[in-house]
């Protein structure tokens, strides 16, 4: 009994301490934040988009804290929150109840846009009060954390209530009638475990839960206070929390929202999760984050460039879309091509690639391939697929080519046969389907749209002919490799024809220009009428003089005799210059006629929209009141300026387009640019990853793998202001590598680490470009190779200089 009554005291004891020890404190998710850059938003911008993203779910809504109605391919519903293929919410609002006033919290004082998060500041909306509503989304899982932070800057305690109200609206994504998705009125039921509002749609197994971690009072029915009455079938439910702060206290709360398009239970299960783990999903966004950014880090004397180079690298994460049921791959732009695109990809995987993200690559590939099969599976890729899997548009004819150039591009990256040889024999099929059924005459160039979608212009496009040259080129070395020599002599045959028909069929020599397409003139006098109009319309009386001398040209031209014709001057007669493939001499005629369509942010998307005004056109963009690109210019066609000018040697004037895209940085979003410069269109766009990582990695760094050989060539060209430049963490094959540049009274000295010591470095120069070369501090002789210079060494630490 003695015993027992000990044990029952050591018990009691026992029991005591441990209702005196006190809960650890609840991390607050910002604190977390500490060393992270935030970049702020202009107070003129506070009513345009953001997006928070994860790769399952997203937020769209305004940098002053509203969800407005926005988008047009499912009019007004592009905001708000998606788990696609589905949407879970129009938004929230949030209200403070407080000495019996009542204030909605809509009009933020202050937007700071953090690589993998943003916060919303308050500062002036309540009295005595400053509100922070953090937000991030966990990567694979259904939901997304919300945060907000209460500051007393009162002498006196204060007491108020905090009101969360929910709008659901469970719909599908675009093309979803077409899938069988169709919408229905949501239900609202109050979980009691979960102190959270359950939404589902009326005929769908859709769910959407939304609660705090904290016990609330709850109803239904809309906020009048907030005045935001979005559109569609969902329903809305509000949760209120007692709130009491100290003076100069300070409090949180943390709100959770999780959604499932297959069932409760699945909704259930990310809702607790979530709720139960946020710190550990934020730290792991951090560090995904952080990988990012050290993945083909640079170091160069232009900071503002540097620094928009390193954000356009988040901005392509936030843009991953991941579905199991039909793939992950990456998004064009947000809010409205959250969806796949095949060419889009063509170009934005290329930086995706030379930026160490063979992950993202390799599954978007994949998603795009897959997609294609089942759509035309004649080697025909895609161009344009809803989330739910459904295509809208089965193809233009460049994607088919460009994707064949994009296979080769990236095995050039990673050395990996098996990547190559799974998608060898699309390739060939899409390279018979290219010119048996586009090549309707038989002289080479398949006709259709190409890049530019003008009504009535699918003939013979320069970007077509361009992108099928460089495919043909690309896969006569797949053939090589895949051990089929008489395939790849075919192949190169017809790459070295239609490269010198290109170079003789589309230049027109009295405009220093590639044409816009060849056709007859029959079939250019609509589309110049139609021009002229247009460029009238637009107030461009320089090129409604132009386009009238083509017209009485044309009237003395054979009426059904094809010939080039420059008419638009749009942007893809620069593609010869991209590919690399337009004779030198007409390559700087060429590329000094383009630096003529340009306004301070970049290139004309279609150049007759430009005028003499345009070179002091540096504010907003005034698009028309329907969506168009009218007037445009993009980032697209100014990295493949950039890209075309170090091609043919002018690293000074390539750097000059980057200097115009980087304007547009932060112009309307902080840490974004737009598609349209400078903010219009797509808050974020997946194919700036091109137009900054092709001309920065591969042309200034020089750095350009063949990781099948494991060799790396180092054709160094920086622009002449650069004295010193660094790249570090350069993901090849297996091999990581870092170069470091430095020019000393006209001398070049380049310092290169790898990890593997057996890969081989080129050192590859033009002719006569550097008398004198050392590599390990001796004078080596170096190799011509035609119109270069090549020196070959291997190692893990290489240092070599020229003169």
Request: proline letters at 4%; hydrophobic letters at 40%.
């Amino acid at each position: 009994m003695k015993s027992l009554s000990k044990i029952l005291t050591t018990v009691t004891l026992l029991l005591a301490v441990f209702a005196c020890e006190k809960k650890p404190a609840e991390i607050v998710l910002f604190s977390m934040m500490d060393g992270v850059e935030g970049l702020s938003g202009k107070t003129e911008y506070l009513a345009s988009p953001y997006v928070t993203a994860g790769d399952r779910v997203y937020m769209v809504g305004h940098q002053d804290g509203s969800f407005p109605d926005l988008g047009w391919h499912v009019e007004g519903e592009m905001g708000g929150i998606w788990n696609h293929p589905i949407k879970l919410m129009d938004g929230f609002t949030n209200a403070i109840e407080i000495e019996g006033n009542r204030f909605c919290l809509d009009n933020a004082s202050a937007f700071i846009n953090y690589p993998f998060a943003n916060k919303h500041e308050f500062k002036n909306s309540v009295p005595g009060l400053e509100v922070e509503r953090f937000q991030f989304v966990p990567d694979g899982k259904q939901g997304l954390v919300i945060e907000y932070l209460f500051k007393n800057v009162d002498k006196s305690k204060k007491s108020f209530v905090f009101e969360f109200d929910g709008h659901t609206d469970l719909m599908p994504v675009w093309l979803g009638d077409r899938a069988g998705m169709i919408d229905h009125v949501d239900n609202l039921v109050f979980d009691d475990q979960r102190q959270a509002w359950r939404g589902k749609d009326e005929g769908n197994e859709w769910y959407v839960l939304f609660g705090a971690n904290q016990t609330a009072s709850h109803s239904q029915g809309d906020s009048s206070l907030c005045n935001y009455f979005p559109q569609g079938k969902g329903k809305s439910a509000k949760l209120s929390y007692e709130m009491e702060l100290s003076a100069n206290g300070e409090g949180s709360l943390k709100f959770f929202i999780a959604g499932s398009y297959s069932g409760l239970d699945d909704v259930q299960k990310t809702f607790d999760l979530i709720k139960t783990h946020p710190e550990t999903f934020l730290k792991d966004k951090r560090t995904n984050y952080d990988r990012i950014a050290s993945l083909s880090k640079i170091t160069i004397p232009d900071k503002e460039l540097e620094k928009t180079f390193e954000w356009v690298k988040y901005n392509t994460e936030w843009l991953v879309r991941d579905i199991p049921e039909v793939g992950r791959g990456l998004g064009a732009g947000m809010p409205d091509y959250p969806w796949w695109f095949g060419v889009d990809n063509e170009y934005t995987l290329k930086g995706a690639i030379a930026t160490g993200r063979k992950d993202l690559v390799y599954a978007t590939v994949d998603l795009i391939h897959k997609l294609s099969v089942q759509e035309n599976d004649n080697g025909k890729i895609v161009h344009e697929v809803s989330t739910n899997g459904v295509v809208f548009n089965p193809g233009n004819i460049n994607e088919t080519p460009q994707f064949a150039s994009l296979i080769w591009y990236v095995y050039q990256w990673t050395g990996d046969k098996a990547f190559l040889e799974k998608y060898y024999p699309t390739i060939k099929k899409g390279l018979v389907w290219l010119m048996e059924e586009n090549d309707k005459d038989g002289n080479l160039f398949p006709d259709g749209y190409g890049m530019m979608e003008i009504h009535g212009l699918e003939s013979e496009m320069i970007d077509v002919a361009v992108y099928t040259q460089k495919a043909f080129a690309d896969a006569a070395q797949m053939a090589l490799l895949m051990a089929e020599p008489e395939v790849a002599r075919s192949y190169q045959q017809t790459a070295d024809l239609m490269k010198a028909k290109i170079n003789t069929d589309f230049w027109v020599e009295s405009a220093n220009s590639y044409a816009d397409f060849i056709g007859t003139a029959a079939e250019t006098f609509p589309l110049v009428d139609a021009a002229i109009i247009r460029a009238d319309t637009l107030g461009k009386p320089w090129a409604v003089e132009e386009l009238k001398l083509l017209r009485k040209k044309l009237s003395t031209y054979p009426r059904n005799k094809k010939q080039g014709f420059v008419l638009f001057h749009n942007w893809v007669v620069n593609t010869p210059m991209e590919m690399g493939i337009a004779d030198p001499e007409k390559a700087i005629k060429a590329l000094d006629k383009g630096s003529k369509f340009v306004n301070p942010f970049g290139v004309f998307v279609t150049g007759i929209d430009r005028d003499e005004a345009s070179q002091s056109e540096d504010g907003s963009f005034t698009g028309s009141k329907v969506f168009s690109y009218t007037g445009a210019v993009m980032t697209l066609p100014t990295g493949v300026q950039a890209i075309s000018e170090n091609n043919y040697g002018r690293p000074d004037q390539a750097l000059a387009y980057l200097q115009m895209m980087v304007k547009s940085f932060g112009f309307a979003l902080p840490g974004s640019i737009y598609e349209v410069s400078p903010d219009y269109g797509m808050m974020a766009q997946a194919w700036n990853l091109y137009s900054f990582g092709v001309p920065i990695v591969t042309q200034f760094f020089g750095i350009q793998p063949d990781a099948g050989n494991k060799v790396i060539h180092i054709s160094t060209q920086m622009p002449s202001d650069w004295d010193s430049a660094k790249i570090e963490k350069v993901l090849i094959g297996d091999n990581v590598l870092t170069l470091s540049f430095l020019r000393v009274e006209g001398e070049i000295q380049l310092q290169i680490n790898q990890t593997k010591g057996d890969w081989q470095i080129d050192f590859v120069f033009p002719t006569g470009k550097y008398n004198v070369w050392k590599v390990g501090g001796k004078e080596v002789e170096k190799t011509r190779v035609g119109n270069q210079e090549v020196f070959r060494t291997s190692g893990t630490s290489i240092s070599a200089s020229f003169k």
